[in-house]
């Protein structure tokens, strides 16, 4: 949009009078912030109605993204940037006494997601309407996001994060298209003068979803799309059955907090409501605004909608679906399924088997007595239809309900048209062993879509000063196609540029080295490796390996008082999940050695340990731009692709990794020159699973390093980890080291000494930095986002001529 500073100004001071009648000289940042949100929401409201209005008229094909979760972060400099004013805002503020950057602090990180899967889901929302393609979010408006992180006497505890205290500033309530879902009490089926049978019900109980639009504003276009979060709230005319305290308490849980297990299933009857309460209102708003809009008649609805289930946590789509075309607008069984086929598609995040979720029959037909029915007949008829034509245990094994158990994957697969993994590594293995039968039954309905990331967030926003340098060397096209970053490479034998380069890391390492000594009171030398690994704290994902190599560094110094290494800066944040015990102890491990190492004077700034408390989405763009090296050290074939490793590449880290998700398509898409790899093959991996002939006893009595290394955590040479110390030795010995981090140490030991051979080469560092963010450009999210459009949801980009 255009937009003078003169104009600005005028509209934030008057903001500032109208909204809290004051003005710039006193108003508090609280103030500030409220009001300059306000201003940009009112230049942006009336670009999202006239979308809006477009999308209705135009009838074109829409995408509606269901997840539970999403991990938008900030919006405020998101917004701007994308409206084209950031820099006459921050200049126009800048004349006003005011600095945009302490503003935007205030903000709380909109945070009702866990890790890669909500971030990816706000990856997706930028980048669709960033691309101009219609997709719209649905998803849950949590009270209190993910719990904020606090590190006390090196522990983990948990605080609630009420983010919205002080009123989010983005969203619109919209009270006039609240919705009613339902649950548990009784139902049976009865038949109609015309020979139809539909349900019953009675005794149900009613909760009321009230849904808050937030604007998901396109990148220099004028492609606004809606995030849509429901609000669970009691229904006015409750009946009197239900008036009670316990009633009026449950209802308020539903959207209360979000889980905060990352890759874990939690079975508990409170994450089911949540699931069904989301899906049910999400899909009865779809289906309302597609009838008033009068689009088509419903039987043709495929043609203009498409529903996708983010991970099995919106699976009840399908049969949620089905109730709605069967029960509510009277099409038959064979054309309700048709349809639901075609509307849905389905991605698959991780194949830790504790991901997938199940839930005991029990449980779904007491919650959900209709949807329970609904199940039971898609899987019966399944079954009728498949026995001719294929064996019964390739139909057993694919069942939906079986073993007393709803199999949610299951309902996913078989009520979609297509299921996707997240990494070309991910995806064949769901085809050649996670998902191997389904794959047999349906081949057509399995592919690929590499994981991407917004690189408005992850460059433009938070890497000023390598965004710059970019403009400067090869024009600005990459802001609005990063695969143009290639051109960067033509600069590769160039001193000036790679001197450019390494100036533009170091200044942002002096910054992140200034917040390290703001938030941990620890000096670091901005001119040592600063190695990070920020991610979700879980064992597969083994920053325990990470602690490993630390351990002995620390050693070989402790041995040789004055060996000459690279000093480094190893940093880490992650959450645990606040039930996962050994996740939480690896934690303690982790503060209790950086105190050792940071508090031994023999050490000197050879090495460093900081652990960054509440790690989330704007820590991440801090620590992100200021990165040598990004950790992605995960056993392979766990991690299915990983994020945050295309974020690090893309702000010219280099990356140690493991040939585990993504890491592979970077390392192809950046030249094995430019990229550390070590560890076991997942075909190595799977061998060891096979013959069941891993040892960790072994390594541990025969590697002298590793005994040592080990040893320090019973042994007192760690202080304070009485109890943690000995869990982890065992985990590691007795416990056979599930992840095989033994087995991988050496590797990564060997690949950790040539990235220190290749740091003392500092022309030959920033070689390979620059190639690396020369060939992120195709994990850009819209890349990503463009798959899914023209290969699963066959929706259009808005061209901007209209
Ligand atoms: C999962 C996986 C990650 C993946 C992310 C997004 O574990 O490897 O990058 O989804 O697809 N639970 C997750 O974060």
């Given at each position: 949009m255009k937009l003078s500073k003169t104009q600005f100004r005028k509209d934030f001071e008057q903001s500032l009078t109208s909204e809290f009648a004051t003005d710039v000289a006193k108003a508090g940042i609280t103030e500030t912030f409220a009001a300059l949100s306000s201003v940009v929401k009112q230049y942006y409201t009336q670009i999202w109605q006239g979308d809006n209005q477009y999308k209705d008229r135009s009838q074109k094909k829409q995408t509606y993204y269901f997840s539970i979760e999403f991990l938008p972060g900030k919006m405020l400099k998101s917004n701007l940037l994308n409206l084209g004013i950031l820099s006459t805002v921050r200049e126009g503020l800048q004349e006003l006494g005011i600095d945009l950057e302490k503003v935007a602090q205030v903000e709380p990180d909109m945070a009702i997601g866990n890790g890669g899967l909500g971030r990816l889901a706000s990856c997706f929302m930028d980048s669709a309407a960033s691309t101009g393609l219609p997709v719209n979010g649905n998803g849950i408006r949590y009270r209190y996001g993910l719990f904020k992180q606090k590190i006390i006497d090196?522990?983990?505890?948990?605080?609630?994060?009420?983010?919205?205290?002080?009123?989010?500033?983005?969203?619109?309530?919209?009270?006039?298209?609240?919705?009613?879902?339902?649950?548990?009490g009784e139902t049976w089926l009865e038949e109609t003068e015309d020979g139809r049978l539909i349900p019953r019900y009675r005794n149900q109980e009613r909760v009321l979803a009230v849904p808050y639009d937030t604007a998901m504003v396109g990148f220099e276009n004028t492609r606004v799309n809606n995030m849509c979060l429901w609000r669970s709230e009691v229904p006015q005319d409750l009946d009197v059955k239900f008036q009670n305290m316990e009633y009026m308490r449950q209802t308020s849980m539903l959207s209360a907090e979000l889980y905060p297990d990352d890759s874990n299933y939690d079975g508990r009857l409170l994450r089911l409501k949540q699931e069904y309460f989301f899906v049910s209102a999400g899909l009865q708003r779809i289906i309302r605004h597609y009838k008033?809009?009068?689009?088509?008649?419903?039987?043709?609805?495929?043609?203009?909608?498409?529903?996708?289930?983010?991970?099995?946590?919106?699976?009840l789509c399908v049969p949620e679906f089905m109730r709605l075309l069967l029960d509510e607008n009277g099409l038959s069984w064979e054309q309700?399924?048709?349809?639901?086929?075609?509307?849905?598609?389905?991605?698959?995040?991780?194949?830790?088997?504790?991901?997938?979720?199940?839930w005991p029959e029990e449980m779904v037909h007491t919650l959900l007595p209709r949807i329970y029915q609904i199940i039971n007949e898609i899987?019966?008829?399944?079954?009728?239809?498949?026995?001719?034509?294929?064996?019964?245990?390739?139909?057993?094994?694919?069942?939906?309900?079986?073993?007393?158990?709803?199999?949610m994957a299951n309902l996913a697969i078989i009520g979609s048209h297509s299921t996707n993994g997240v990494a070309k590594l991910h995806s064949d293995i769901l085809k050649d062993v996670e998902l191997h039968d389904f794959y047999q039954l349906y081949p057509e309905r399995f592919n690929n879509k590499t994981n991407g990331i917004a690189d408005r967030r992850w460059l433009q926003i938070s890497n000023a000063r390598l965004s710059k340098l970019l403009?400067?060397?090869?024009?600005?096209?990459?802001?609005?196609?990063?695969?143009?970053?290639?051109?960067?490479?033509?600069?590769?034998?160039?001193?000036?540029?790679?001197?450019?380069?390494a100036a533009v890391k170091l200044e942002n390492k002096k910054d992140l080295a200034a917040l390290i000594k703001e938030k941990n009171g620890i000096e670091v030398n901005p001119e040592a490796i600063f190695?990070?690994?920020?991610?979700?704290?879980?064992?597969?994902?083994?920053?325990?390996?990470?602690?490993?190599?630390?351990?002995?560094?620390?050693?070989?110094?402790?041995?040789?008082?004055?060996?000459?290494?690279?000093?480094?800066?190893?940093i880490f944040g992650a959450k645990a999940a606040p039930g996962y015990h050994y996740a939480k102890a690896i934690i303690k491990v982790i503060n209790e050695i950086a105190v050792m190492i940071n508090e031994d004077a023999v050490v000197k700034d050879r090495l460093k340990l900081v652990f960054m408390e509440?790690?989330?989405?704007?820590?991440?763009?801090?620590?992100?731009?200021?990165a040598d090296v990004g950790e992605q050290i995960s056993l392979a074939s766990k991690e299915a692709s990983g994020t945050s490793n295309m974020k690090f590449m893309l702000n010219g880290a280099l990356t140690m990794a493991t040939l585990d998700g993504a890491n592979i398509e970077i390392k192809e898409a950046c030249g094995d020159e430019n990229i550390f790899i070590f560890g076991l093959t997942k075909d190595e991996v799977y061998e060891y699973y096979k013959n069941g002939n891993y040892n960790a006893r072994d390594i541990y009595e025969q590697n002298p390093v590793v005994h040592r290394i080990l040893n320090a955590f019973i042994d007192g040479t760690i202080p304070n980890i009485t109890n943690e110390g000995p869990e982890i030795f065992?985990?590691?010995?007795?416990?056979?080291?599930?992840?095989?981090?033994?087995?991988?140490?050496?590797?990564?030991?060997?690949?950790?000494?040539?990235?220190?051979?290749?740091?003392?080469?500092?022309?030959?560092?920033?070689?390979?930095?620059?190639?690396?963010?020369?060939t992120s450009g195709i994990f850009s999210s819209d890349r990503t986002i463009r798959q899914y459009a023209k290969d699963i949801w066959f929706i259009e980009e808005k061209s901007e001529e209209v």
């Open positions: 090196g522990y983990q505890v948990e605080l609630p994060d009420s983010w919205l205290n002080n009123v989010n500033p983005w969203e619109v309530r919209r009270a006039d298209k609240a919705i009613e879902v339902t649950f548990g008033s809009n009068k689009i088509a008649p419903i039987a043709q609805i495929a043609d203009y909608i498409a529903v996708h289930i983010n991970d099995t946590h919106p699976a309700a399924w048709d349809i639901t086929v075609k509307v849905m598609s389905y991605t698959n995040h991780t194949i830790l088997s504790e991901a997938l979720e199940k899987d019966k008829r399944r079954t009728d239809e498949l026995l001719p034509h294929v064996g019964a245990e390739l139909i057993h094994k694919t069942r939906i309900v079986k073993d007393g158990q709803i199999h403009d400067e060397k090869i024009g600005k096209s990459w802001r609005h196609d990063l695969v143009k970053l290639e051109a960067l490479k033509d600069f590769r034998e160039d001193t000036e540029t790679l001197k450019q380069l190695d990070v690994q920020i991610k979700r704290l879980h064992a597969y994902k083994r920053q325990l390996l990470n602690v490993l190599h630390i351990l002995k560094l620390y050693f070989d110094i402790k041995d040789q008082p004055d060996l000459e290494m690279v000093p480094r800066v190893f509440n790690y989330n989405v704007s820590l991440a763009e801090a620590i992100i731009p200021a065992e985990s590691l010995t007795a416990f056979n080291d599930e992840y095989f981090l033994l087995r991988d140490f050496n590797d990564y030991v060997r690949a950790q000494k040539d990235l220190e051979n290749l740091y003392r080469d500092q022309r030959a560092w920033a070689q390979a930095s620059l190639m690396n963010i020369a």
